[in-house]
């Protein structure tokens, strides 16, 4: 079965940084855009950023400017790079096709407080 696998989560300080990391199967990865979702506590996902298989990238206004997204088609991995965090980024963070979604992964947790 294809798995999904993030991690780099953590608990940050407002105005941090953290840099996620996911990684699936190359055949599961290869050719397809993928996306970062989040959940917040009590919220429904939402997707936050995503990017074609040739880099092209796009944001949820409330990530723009502060999150950049990239992708590593050799390692079939994205990654999500998170400045400026705010309280309002805690959530736990998953990747995943944007069509054809498979299985989520278990996520990984993001907290932002002081």
């Known amino acids: 079965q294809v798995q999904l696998v993030e991690s780099g989560g953590g608990v940050v300080q407002p105005g941090g940084s953290l840099r996620l990391s996911c990684a699936a199967s190359?055949?599961?990865?290869?050719?397809?855009?993928m996306g970062w979702y989040r959940q917040p506590p009590g919220k429904q996902r939402e997707l936050v950023a995503r990017i074609t298989s040739g880099g092209g990238t796009n944001y949820a206004d409330s990530v723009k400017g502060r999150f950049t997204i990239s992708r590593d088609n050799a390692k079939a991995t994205v990654y999500l790079q998170m400045n400026s965090l705010k309280p309002e980024d805690t959530a736990v963070y998953y990747c995943?096709?944007?069509?054809?979604?498979?299985?989520w992964g278990q996520g990984t947790q993001v907290t932002v407080s002081s």
């Open positions: 190359r055949s599961a990865f290869y050719m397809f855009e």
């Open positions: 995943n096709r944007i069509v054809s979604r498979l299985p």
